[in-house]
């Protein structure tokens, strides 16, 4: 079975610290792609990072990094010096090789404290 | 260059109604993938339209029912609402969804069935 799971409902992080968000994943594909997506209140999904699974290197794109590990079927999106505007739900989804949709977690809610 | 657009923003039907909502892709892009958002859950893959033509669809029934036109844009029609369609609707748009391609999302239609 293909699955996203994200264990931690919710996360409240101090302003300026590091958040790790979880999420592990399970396909039989060799080849499948893992994304992050931001989700606002307003609902609109904003795209994060994204990691291949034959890439070599860890994503990166500005604050957000993607500790890939694939032996353990990990993809969590760190988040370095956090902002209040960091609050919203964060979704994992997994694009494999076979399949043209994106299979999404149950999501993570954030909330920065000041 | 206008990102992915859904309309309507809301709507509020009863049930045994029937509906259609409407997307227009973001410029240059081919596919669309319609995903529906419970409250408090990872967004569902719908289906998705290339070449005006359904690709793959997920475990939905057939009163969802969907088109794409020659310009791209597409519809999500559903018949016969049930209280439990209540949800969010997002429309996704890509260049030939495969592995990789991120896909980009407009800003749902929030659709209220009672």
């Known amino acids: 079975a293909q699955k996203i799971t994200q264990t931690q409902p919710g996360m409240f992080v101090q302003e300026k610290e590091a958040v790790t968000l979880d999420c592990t994943y399970d396909?039989?594909?060799?080849?499948?792609?893992l994304f992050w997506y931001k989700q606002p209140s307003s609902g609109e999904m904003i795209f994060l990072i994204y990691q291949g699974s034959y890439d070599q290197q860890n994503a990166t794109e500005g604050r957000y990094s993607l500790n890939f590990q694939k032996a353990r079927k990990s993809a969590n999106l760190v988040i370095s010096a956090s902002q209040l505007g960091d609050s919203a739900m964060y979704f994992c989804?997994?694009?494999?090789?076979?399949?043209?949709?994106?299979?999404w977690g149950a999501g993570t809610k954030l909330i920065i404290k000041p | 260059d206008a990102g992915v657009t859904q309309s309507p923003t809301h709507l509020i039907k009863t049930r045994g109604q029937q509906v259609t909502l409407r997307c227009s892709p973001k410029?240059?892009?081919?596919?669309v993938s319609w995903y529906q958002q419970a409250l408090g859950q990872g967004p569902q893959f719908i289906f998705q339209y290339y070449e005006e033509e359904e690709r793959q669809r997920g475990n939905f029934p057939d009163r969802f029912s969907g088109h794409q036109f020659p310009n791209y844009s597409s519809e999500l029609n559903v018949n016969a609402l049930l209280l439990g369609d209540s949800a969010l609707y997002l429309c996704a748009s890509s260049l030939l969804a495969g592995l990789g391609d991120e896909q980009f999302f407009g800003p749902g239609t929030r659709l209220t069935v009672l």
């Open positions: 396909t039989s594909d060799p080849s499948y792609g």
């Open positions: 989804a997994m694009s494999p090789d076979s399949n043209y949709q994106l299979i």
């Open positions: 410029s240059g892009h081919d596919t």
